[in-house]
């Protein structure tokens, strides 16, 4: 069965610093997406990137990047340049999708804080 | 440009009673879901609908019921609400079955049981 885990229920990092957000997933697919959101204390959620399965590059938008180690089941956020608008809950989610079913799974979510 | 939008925003029930959450996008999005979010446990599946007239079981659907007689809508509806179905609840929508499609979301609904 599908599974998202994200092992850091906080973090802290400073103004201007990176930091990576953790996640690792479990799929026997071999075609899965997988996303990251971000949930400010406002509630909505807003996507930020995406990393195919197929995809021989990691994505990377604007100063989101995602470290997308496949032979270990990894696909960790990297936020460069924090700031303190980063300030959120962050989730890692997979997508598996075939004819019978398309079911996005999340992670319990990563709460990121930045201070100045 | 309203995207994915749902009403009510907040709404506090007595146990059993029954309601519907209010679903509609206007992206013609063939791909419709509805999560629940509870404290540190992140967002779970309730149903999802792969296009007009098909829904489907996620991983709590328990007490919830769905229907999806248009692209654009797809109400959920709490049977007998129960206070274990306190939560915030979202909908979602897009593309059809494809990985590569983000999931937009609705602002979501604070949804109380007494």
């Known amino acids: 069965a599908q599974k998202i885990t994200q092992t850091q229920p906080g973090m802290f990092v400073q103004e201007k610093e990176a930091v990576t957000l953790d996640c690792t997933y479990d799929t026997s697919d071999p075609s899965y997406g997988l996303f990251w959101y971000k949930q400010p204390s406002s509630g909505e959620m807003i996507f930020l990137i995406y990393?195919?399965?197929?995809?021989?590059q990691n994505a990377t938008e604007g100063r989101y990047s995602l470290n997308f180690q496949k032979a270990r089941k990894s696909a960790n956020l990297v936020i460069s340049a924090s700031q303190l608008g980063d300030s959120a809950m962050y989730f890692c989610?997979?997508?598996?999708?075939?004819?019978?079913?398309?079911?996005?799974?999340f992670g319990t979510g990563t709460r990121l804080q930045v201070f100045p | 440009n309203a995207g994915v939008t749902q009403t009510p925003k907040f709404q506090v029930l007595k146990t059993g009673q029954s309601m519907t959450l209010q679903c509609a996008q206007d992206?013609?999005?063939?791909?419709m879901s509805w999560y629940r979010q509870d404290p540190g446990m992140g967002l779970r599946l309730i149903h999802y609908?792969?296009?007009?007239?098909?829904?489907d079981q996620g991983e709590v659907p328990n007490g919830y019921n769905v229907s999806r007689s248009t692209t654009e809508d797809f109400p959920l509806r709490l049977l007998s609400a129960a206070p274990s179905q306190t939560s915030v609840y979202f909908c979602a929508s897009s593309y059809s079955v494809r990985v590569t499609q983000p999931q937009h979301f609705g602002d979501g609904t604070r949804l109380s049981i007494l």
């Open positions: 992206m013609n999005h063939e791909y």
């Open positions: 609908s792969v296009g007009a007239g098909i829904t």
């Open positions: 990393q195919g399965s197929y995809d021989q």
């Open positions: 989610a997979m997508r598996e999708a075939s004819l019978s079913t398309d079911k996005l799974i």
